[in-house]
């Protein structure tokens, strides 16, 4: 695949830029978070950036896909990878989902419908654990969109906040 090539995939399937994900890459290799849950799969790419790092200490990650086309995308791109062991794929609204686990994940990375992240929030601070970290993408590039988001942040007692203007913006959430 050309460069070009490769810049038109990153784009048509909404990826993030490599600034941010260098950022996700190392809090993840310093906190070696045990259950990583990421909102947003599309066609696995972050997914498998972050499993690379993962994948050293026994990490997993847990990926949701609205889309059948991209979860079927993503479900190859990261056997291919060898990161089968690593990440499991899972199908359908993220929200739904979300709402059906229980308290369990260490790190909770949000990158899937800007309009839907408040409701994506009110679920992360329920299933993150003490100690914990949430990181949601577009903070920048989606500022409008998410008002909302922004306010349910400011408003949560447990959150402390970390707003990184890099690439299309990304907030670190620490939460107690
Ligand atoms: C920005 S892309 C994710 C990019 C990916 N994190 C990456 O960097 O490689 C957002 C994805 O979220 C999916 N999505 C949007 N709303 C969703 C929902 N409610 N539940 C699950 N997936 C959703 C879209 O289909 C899209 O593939």
């Known amino acids: 695949m050309s460069y070009t090539q490769y810049m038109e995939s990153m ?18 290799h310093a906190k070696k978070p045990k259950n990583i849950l990421e909102v947003g799969t599309s066609n696995g790419y972050s997914a498998i950036q972050m499993g690379n790092i993962a994948s050293r200490y026994g990490g997993k990650i ?3 896909e609205f889309f059948e086309e ?14 089968s062991e690593t ?3 899972l199908q359908g609204d993220a929200v739904e989902i979300m709402r059906d686990f229980s308290p369990s994940f260490d790190f909770i990375f949000l990158d899937a419908n800007k309009e839907e ?6 679920q992360a601070m329920r299933l993150i654990s003490h100690n914990g970290i949430i990181v ?8 409008k969109k998410l008002i909302e988001f922004f306010q349910a942040v400011a408003l949560e007692p447990r959150a402390t906040t970390l707003d990184l203007s890099i690439g299309t913006g990304l907030v670190i959430i620490t939460v107690d």
Do not use: C, M
């Open 11 to 28: 784009k048509e399937y909404w990826n993030i830029d490599s600034a941010a994900i260098q950022v996700l890459q190392a809090i993840i």
């Open 62 to 64: 847990t990926t949701i």
């Open 70 to 83: 991209r979860f079927q995308l993503a479900k190859k791109n990261i056997a291919e990878e060898g990161l």
């Open 87 to 89: 990440i499991e794929v």
């Open 117 to 122: 992240y408040p409701l994506y929030f009110t």
């Open 136 to 143: 949601a993408d577009n903070t920048v590039s989606h500022a």
